[in-house]
């Protein structure tokens, strides 16, 4: 079973029961799921996941007012289900739960993730949030929110980044893109420098996965995660194998260096699909100055494109 499935099922076996008992005229303050930090969020858990953080819990979100009212009795309450479902034992359990799991305030979960209580306004505000951030803060499941709080923050990050902000990023990822694989990963093998023609090559990937995820319009996760996610993507996904494939054998330079600019031109297509470019050319780089070119603020427009 996924750790979101055992999650679900607990809260449905205990955790509800316990809200409804205990906290009948607060069921519409309160806010539950399993949103954040572990591969069990991104649905991603296996087997090997076992060994940390698998457990039964969720999470319970409340407003700072409510937490006030009646937080205290609701972390008792959570402490007081089972430490054991379905086989499975809780390991550490707190009087908030685990680190993840447990009772938060929604200011206290998305404030960890964006710095803020709300959803980042400002360009300078979703710049400084790293993408593998918005993801985590974005998945999981929901499984009731009648207040709808804690929703529509999510929702808000869902809805995207605002569009300069993408483009910018996907500028930088382009031209690194540039610089570490069509440009000096063959240089590097060509000096005979292995470790520093693997970095390039790993980079390359890198950037790439991520600038798949903007033309997705979707928040790249950490790395660990990254090409994972990146297969599940609709537009481009599918070079998931191919930087697979660079990445198994970094020093087949006469192979890669082919595998890279098939990567390339890849990108450089689907840049010209979404008109984020008008350009002819075999070489990324020009690319990355051409979609700053569509960054409508002055100030982000002409900031370095190198993040």
């Known amino acids: 079973m996924k750790g979101l499935e055992l999650s679900r099922a607990y809260y449905e076996e205990y955790g509800k029961p316990m809200l409804e008992s205990e906290f009948a005229d607060k069921l519409d303050r309160i806010a539950v799921g399993l949103v954040g930090h572990g ?23 409340l407003t700072e007012e409510d937490e006030r009212d009646f937080g205290f009795r609701l972390f008792r309450a959570y402490r007081r289900l ?59 499941e929901i499984f009731s929110d009648p207040l709808g709080e804690f929703t529509k923050i999510r929702e808000q990050l869902k809805n995207g980044r605002p569009q300069d902000v993408r483009l910018k990023k996907l500028a930088s990822h382009v031209f690194y893109m540039a610089q570490t694989g ?35 319009n979707a928040y790249a996760p950490y790395y660990k995660w990254l090409f994972r996610s990146m297969k599940e993507l609709p537009i481009l996904g599918n070079l998931s194998d191919d930087l697979e494939k660079l990445l198994s054998a970094p020093c087949n330079s006469d192979e890669n260096c082919a595998l890279i600019e098939s990567i390339a031109q890849s990108v450089i297509g689907e840049l010209t699909e979404q008109n984020l470019s ?14 700053t070119s569509r960054i409508s603020d002055s100030n982000l427009r002409n900031s370095p494109v190198m993040l």
């Open 39 to 61: 591969s069990e969020c991104f649905g991603y858990d296996d087997e090997i996941s076992l060994d940390h953080d698998f457990e039964p819990g969720f999470c319970i979100w």
């Open 82 to 140: 089972p430490d054991e479902f379905m086989g499975v034992k809780i390991k550490d359990k707190s009087a908030l739960g685990s680190d993840t799991k447990g009772v938060h305030t929604i200011k206290e979960f998305y404030s960890f993730y964006t710095g803020s209580a709300v959803s980042p306004k400002t360009l300078e505000e979703w710049m400084s949030v790293p993408d593998f951030y918005l993801a985590e803060a974005t998945n999981g």
């Open 278 to 291: 008008n350009m002819y050319d075999d070489y990324l780089e020009p690319y990355a100055y051409c979609i």
């Open 182 to 216: 069509q440009y000096n990963y063959e240089r590097c093998i060509n000096h005979g420098e292995k470790a520093a023609a693997a970095t390039a090559l790993a980079d390359f990937a890198k950037h790439t996965a991520r600038a798949v995820h903007l033309l997705n």
